[in-house]
């Protein structure tokens, strides 16, 4: 066996050298951010890609040696553990694998084959099978067993036929063989349940359905495993699609040359022919279909995940406006607009509610109201909630500017999806005991616009309304994965330790919850942190914990001008050399970083912190505290364009990025209805991911290639070169390619309607159809 880090290196193509040096410090307790920041010198410049790829893969080579270690020992204690046997479980290299090994060995209830061996049948079943002249019925006569129950030669024949049966099911070697076979041919088929076949229209492009096993997108797989649950589809797998009439399948005859069985007219050839048969379809088939379609979930689960994730990272990681007084504006119809006012750094200065729509129509008073806004707290932005009447509330925003003399603010449509989870949270209750939950909606659409990041790790990302069957994969893994996200995000923009929130803290990295509370209790009792030092000072915050996160927090205006930049604690004698090598100072350094390009590295390395490390501070120094996230824009709405009955065939227009699919972007127009541009409409080049083109928040500006009003459907393309005529030519050209085949078959653009007004996480429609475009709705599950 080769050593895990050995393993890991090969997949990972780098060194044993840096895989070893990775684990020892996982092992102790580093974070992934902190490694792949500050441990460059350790693993050699591995990233958190690759450090997140190493610790998955640890934790599961680990769990295969446990339980490898679990069998052998197993094994052993039965007495039948050969050198051979030793040999081939110590080199299965996944579980699938070890099980297959284990399995004639494996504890298991009372079967027919186990009975027929106690009633001595057994040496019966092993004349049959290695000598094929012998006649079966003659056979078995010397093996009837009144008492055993085995009283004449067809219940003598069946015993023998369920030893090799079970024999034949158990073979690691044959289980490994048909494997491959299904997923290279084999389909996977979904029918309708006939007594449900009204029930289930939603699924009706699943009532007759087969495609490649090895092809199956994730979101059709969990489209029919979800149709499957509510017990209106049936799923199997057809491991001979194109022989529909033929009794003897391709397993069978693969599994009679695996035995060698040349079977022709021998005497025996019926009987052994029988076992096959029987082999395959009562145990080998049902066993590989439960585990084949237990497969196709996972890897549908994985890409779901990683949909999401990625989603989520573009959403985290978008432009923030940044510290500006910004008024939160929640549209509303007959409950009002909910409006907050917060200064630079997200501290509530006023609420209120206005009502300029129907039913009351208070639209002169609701200038007037937020002109005074305005001019009072001299408010440089203004973010209206993208939910019901965000347009309508947008002209009221257009006009106010319009009548305002002086500062005029930028007025910008802010996705409120996950709104309402912040204003019924625990965390929500504790920042506003006082406000109404309504109003904490309007605080949070605020601050999203200021700074994403800071204002959505206080939300269930689940609730963020980027993912894609969320609620049909694991919910641990979820969670685990988009935890991940958040953590690397955070800690790569850094976090302000005098105004970030127990939520913000809580992900940095090395704090856990009850420290990050303990660091915003310090801070409310004895103010402002002056120094990094002065962390140490906060209860449970140990030598540890100020390690792994020490760098991520950044001090501005502090004691320390490092403690404003990613310099970690631990190497500021690093700086102090530079410093006294160029007889400048910190200040200098950070202000006039031109300097910085006369270090001599070599006389400033030590046996601690070596050339990598020196060249990061530097880096570091060049821009200190620099932000990774991207220059702030803003999209453009077309004016008279509300709904999706002003849209027409032909337009273009600007747009933001809400959601990135396998099969296309969603496209976020400001009429209450995302419209979708398939992959193949993306660009003029053959793309095999979206993401290749797009991601979630970027402004992109396309042209309507269809619209239909009553089913709430709209296509878009970004080839706005393109006539209608060849949009439509591009997609008849997809549906010819096999990766695009799939996701635009048979239907148009279906749509769910867009939720009215309830700040709930985006929820589609049950429509699930066997397309990309009803398909499309997995990414507004909750």
Not at 283 to 296: A, D, P, Q, W
Not at 603 to 627: A, N, S
Request: charged share 25%.
């Amino acid at each position: 066996m080769i050593s895990i880090a050995e393993q890991i290196a090969k997949e990972l193509n780098v060194s044993p050298v840096q895989i070893n040096a990775a684990i020892t410090l996982l092992d102790d307790g580093a974070t992934v951010p902190f490694i792949a920041r500050y441990r460059k010198e350790a693993t050699q410049g591995l990233d958190d890609n690759h450090l997140r790829h190493l610790n998955q893969r640890l934790t599961y080579i680990r769990d295969l040696n446990d339980r490898r270690n679990v069998i052998l020992k197993n094994i052993e204690e039965q007495g039948k553990l050969t050198p051979a046997l030793s040999d081939a479980l110590n080199q299965a290299d996944n579980k699938t694998r070890l099980e297959d090994l284990y399995l004639p060995f494996r504890p298991k209830r009372r079967t027919k084959g186990q009975i027929a061996i106690e009633a001595g049948i057994e040496p019966l079943a092993n004349k049959l099978y290695n000598d094929w002249r012998l006649v079966p019925e003659a056979e078995a006569t010397a093996f009837i067993n009144n008492d055993a129950g085995f009283s004449d030669e067809k219940e003598v024949l069946d015993g023998a036929m369920s030893i090799l049966i079970e024999r034949f099911a158990e073979d690691a070697n044959l289980l490994q063989k048909l494997r491959n076979h299904l997923l290279k041919q084999a389909h996977l088929t979904s029918k309708v349940v006939k007594a449900k076949t009204q029930e289930a229209a939603k699924y009706k492009d699943y009532f007759e359905h087969s495609e490649r096993l090895k092809s199956v997108p994730s979101h059709r797989m969990l489209a029919m495993l979800r149709g499957r649950a509510e017990g209106f589809l049936k799923l199997a797998i057809n491991v001979d699609p194109q022989q529909e009439t033929s009794s003897y399948s391709s397993a069978e005859q693969l599994i009679t040359e695996h035995f060698n069985l040349r079977l022709t007219g021998q005497a025996c050839a019926e009987f052994l022919t029988k076992v096959v048969h029987n082999a395959w379809k009562t145990k080998l088939s049902v066993s590989l279909e439960t585990e084949l379609i237990g497969n196709l979930r996972e890897q549908a689960e994985v890409e779901a995940i990683k949909v999401f994730s990625t989603n989520l990272s573009d959403l985290l990681m978008a432009a923030p406006a940044g510290p500006k007084v910004t008024l939160g504006l929640d549209p509303g119809l007959r409950t009002g607009c909910k409006i907050a006012v917060v200064d630079a750094t997200g501290k509530l200065l006023h609420t209120t509610t206005i009502f300029p729509h129907a039913p009351q129509n208070h639209w002169d008073k609701s200038v007037r109201t937020l002109t005074n806004l305005c001019q009072q707290h001299k408010v440089e932005l203004i973010a209206i909630g993208n939910g019901t009447a965000s347009r309508e509330s947008d002209k009221l925003a257009a006009e106010v500017i319009t009548s305002l003399d002086k500062l005029k603010p930028n007025k910008v449509i802010v996705s409120e999806a996950g709104a309402s989870v912040y204003s019924a949270s625990e965390f929500a209750a504790k920042e506003f005991p006082d406000l109404d939950v309504s109003i904490r909606g309007a605080v949070s659409i605020a601050r999203r616009l200021q700074d994403p990041l800071a204002e959505l790790v206080k939300i269930d990302p689940k609730a963020i309304g980027v993912g894609q069957y969320q609620h049909d994969v694991s919910q641990s893994q979820l969670s685990k994965t988009l935890d991940e996200v958040i953590e690397d995000c955070v800690n790569s923009v850094g976090v302000d330790l005098n105004s970030a929130s127990v939520a913000l803290l809580t992900r940095v990295s090395g704090l856990t919850k009850t420290m990050a509370h303990n660091v915003v209790d310090f801070r409310d009792e004895h103010g402002r942190f002056n120094n990094r030092q002065e962390l140490k000072k906060v209860a449970r915050l140990g030598p540890k914990a100020f390690e792994q996160a020490a760098g991520f927090l950044r001090i501005a205006n502090g004691n320390n001008p490092l403690d404003q930049s990613g310099v970690h604690p631990e190497t500021y004698p690093v700086v102090e050399k530079i410093i006294a090598q160029l007889n400048a100072s910190v200040s200098d350094l950070l202000t006039n970083s031109e300097q910085l390009s006369n270090v001599n590295i070599a006389e400033v390395v030590t046996d601690e912190f070596g050339e990598v490390t020196v060249k990061d501070i530097i880096k570091e120094l060049e821009k200190p505290g620099r932000d990774p996230r991207p220059e702030f824009k803003t999209a453009t709405f077309k004016e008279g364009v509300n709904t999706i009955n002003d849209l027409e065939v032909g337009m273009i227009l600007e747009g933001v990025i809400s959601n990135v699919a396998n099969f296309g972007a969603f496209v976020d127009l400001g009429v209450h209805q995302d419209g979708l541009v398939h992959i193949s409409s993306l660009t003029n080049k053959f793309v095999s991911d979206p993401r290749e083109v797009v991601k979630a928040g970027d402004i992109v500006k396309v042209k309507v290639t269809e619209v239909d009003p009553q089913r709430k459907r709209i296509s878009l393309t970004m080839r706005l070169d393109d006539t209608i005529e060849q949009s439509q030519a591009s997609k008849k050209q997809a549906d010819r390619k096999p990766e695009h085949k799939a996701e635009h078959r048979n239907n148009k653009p279906n749509y769910a309607k867009k939720e009215q007004r309830t700040h709930k996480p985006k929820e589609a429609n049950n429509a699930v159809m066997g397309n990309a475009f009803a398909d499309a709705f997995a990414k507004l599950k909750k």
